[in-house]
């Protein structure tokens, strides 16, 4: 882990196993009904980037970097995979139930205030107010 004061640099194996490095990109969070709602995004995030991006190759990793500004949480959160095609940035939920995919995205931007991609989508940035 990279650290300064007000950002930190986090590496975790593309795995599923995140209960304990959700925790940590956490730490900041004082409230907790703030760290439940961030703690659901970033799961849905983290899980995406496993699943999706890395397509759970456990060679690969996730890289997450964590910046606190006096008004702002930020995580930004990369894989090494493609990145994900501009249509399927959604933020509305898909329309039918038993779809395989959507919903998590749909709920990342439920629980954040700013959602952004980077160009080749394979980065999220995901942003809440203080």
Same mark, same amino acid.
């Given at each position: 882990?990279?650290n300064?004061?007000?950002?930190?640099?986090?590496?975790?194996?593309?795995?599923?196993?995140?209960?304990a490095?959700? /925790?940590? @990109?956490?730490?900041?969070?004082?409230?907790?009904?703030?760290?439940?709602?961030?703690e @659901?995004?970033?799961? /849905?995030?983290?899980?995406?980037?496993?699943v999706?991006?890395?397509?759970?190759?456990?060679?690969?990793?996730i890289?997450?970097?964590r910046?606190?500004?006096?008004?702002?949480?930020v995580?930004?959160?990369q894989d090494?995979?493609?990145?994900?095609?501009?249509?399927?940035?959604?933020?509305?939920l898909? @329309?039918?139930i038993?779809v395989?995919?959507?919903?998590?995205?749909? @709920?990342?931007?439920?629980?954040f205030?700013?959602?952004?991609w980077?160009?080749k989508?394979?980065?999220?940035?995901?942003s809440?107010?203080?």
């Amino acid at each position: 882990m990279e650290n300064s004061k007000n950002w930190a640099v986090f590496i975790h194996p593309s795995t599923l196993k995140l209960s304990a490095f959700i /925790e940590t @990109l956490l730490e900041p969070v004082i409230c907790k009904e703030t760290a439940k709602k961030i703690e @659901l995004g970033l799961h /849905e995030a983290l899980v995406n980037a496993v699943v999706h991006g890395n397509l759970s190759n456990p060679k690969k990793v996730i890289r997450v970097r964590r910046i606190l500004t006096p008004n702002w949480f930020v995580w930004q959160i990369q894989d090494e995979g493609l990145g994900i095609v501009k249509n399927k940035r959604l933020s509305s939920l898909p @329309l039918k139930i038993d779809v395989d995919s959507g919903r998590g995205i749909y @709920l990342i931007h439920k629980c954040f205030d700013d959602v952004r991609w980077s160009r080749k989508g394979n980065r999220l940035q995901l942003s809440l107010k203080k």
